[in-house]
């Protein structure tokens, strides 16, 4: 009869092997966050092009190193409301000047149209966390007027905004990182003339490989989003849009793709529209733009073309 054997006893660790300990969180030295405002920037990136429909151009001419002027013309087709499930347009066309000057510490826009509208933009820093933000638009048509200052205050690792507007606007939000990938904040308003107010809470969590937001608001609207980069030229992105007082449900899907001489973005959504936006250096300056956008369940069809040249 064979002896018996005993099988081999298992291997021991090393006496200074140890489980790896959870990555600690450095609470005195957080990254600054994004602003409040901004949160959904890399999914509005692809799912949220400039689309338009007809044909674009824009010129810039750089008279110095501060001080530019720029000239759009734009010929298309204007959405009219109406009550039928039909789209109606009618063709227009308008040119826009505008004029420009950039500064380390101040920068002022100025658009002003044909139809007499006239946008204007400030931004200044005040100080090296303290900066100012200012918007107005001015229309010929009554009650169309409107108008915005922002306070922005940047802190080590939290950002606060107050808000102050036309009709009794009044808004503040604050972002605060907790981690150093995941941030929270909230927000609250009160429009004085519609005395109307809310209160919303959002939270951000990013990597070098990822970027997933959240936000929900008393108005009724729930966000979320996810970004996923798969390359350094290639992302993805889907949204979820509800809102639980009216009951409106949307999602969507799209990409950013980055080649050598162009950029793609397009996406798809649950309301079966598709679009896609295209830019396409043609020389050192000059950019080539195509839009589309197809509403299938609308039967609308909306594409457009245009050019950028700027010195």
């Known amino acids: 009869m064979a002896a018996f054997v005993p099988p081999p ?46 044909m674009r151009f824009d010129f810039t001419k750089a ?23 039909e789209t109606i347009k009618i063709p227009t066309s308008n040119y826009e000047f505008g004029a420009n000057f950039i500064d380390p510490k101040l920068m002022l826009l100025g658009r002003l149209m044909t139809d007499g509208r006239l946008n204007a933009r400030v931004k200044c820093d005040l100080s090296e966390n303290l900066s100012l933000k200012a918007n107005a638009q001015l229309s010929n048509e009554p009650h169309m007027s409107q108008g915005m200052v922002n306070f922005d205050y940047k802190g080590k690792d939290y950002r606060s905004q ?4 036309n009709g009794g606007l009044l808004g503040a939000n604050y972002i605060q990182s907790v981690t150093q990938h995941l941030s929270l904040g909230g927000e609250v308003f009160w429009a004085g003339q ?17 970027v997933a937001t959240g936000q929900v608001a008393s108005t009724g609207l729930v966000a979320l989003n996810y970004v996923q980069k798969v390359s350094e030229k290639v992302s993805l ?9 009216s009951g409106d449900v949307t999602a969507s899907v799209g990409y950013d793709y980055i080649l050598r001489q162009c950029r793609l973005r397009g996406k798809i959504d649950s309301t079966g529209c598709v679009a896609a936006f295209l830019e ?14 197809v509403d299938h369940k609308k039967k609308d069809y909306k594409f457009g073309f245009g050019l950028t040249v700027g010195e």
């Open 9 to 54: 006893a298992a291997a021991a660790p090393p006496a200074d092997s140890k489980p790896a300990a959870p990555e600690k969180v450095d609470y005195m030295n957080l990254p600054c966050p994004i602003p409040y405002e901004e949160i959904h920037r890399e999914a509005f990136m692809s799912l949220k092009p400039e689309l338009f429909e007809g």
């Open 63 to 85: 008279l110095n190193q501060r001080f530019s002027l720029s000239h759009s013309v734009f010929m298309g087709p204007t959405e009219i409301p109406s009550q039928s499930t």
């Open 162 to 165: 107050f808000q102050l507007g």
């Open 194 to 210: 519609h005395r109307k107010s809310g209160i919303g809470y959002a939270a951000r969590y990013n990597t070098d490989k990822m």
């Open 237 to 245: 992105a889907t949204d979820f849009m509800y809102n639980y007082i």
């Open 280 to 293: 396409e250096r043609l020389n050192m300056g000059v950019n080539f733009i195509l839009s589309a956008e």
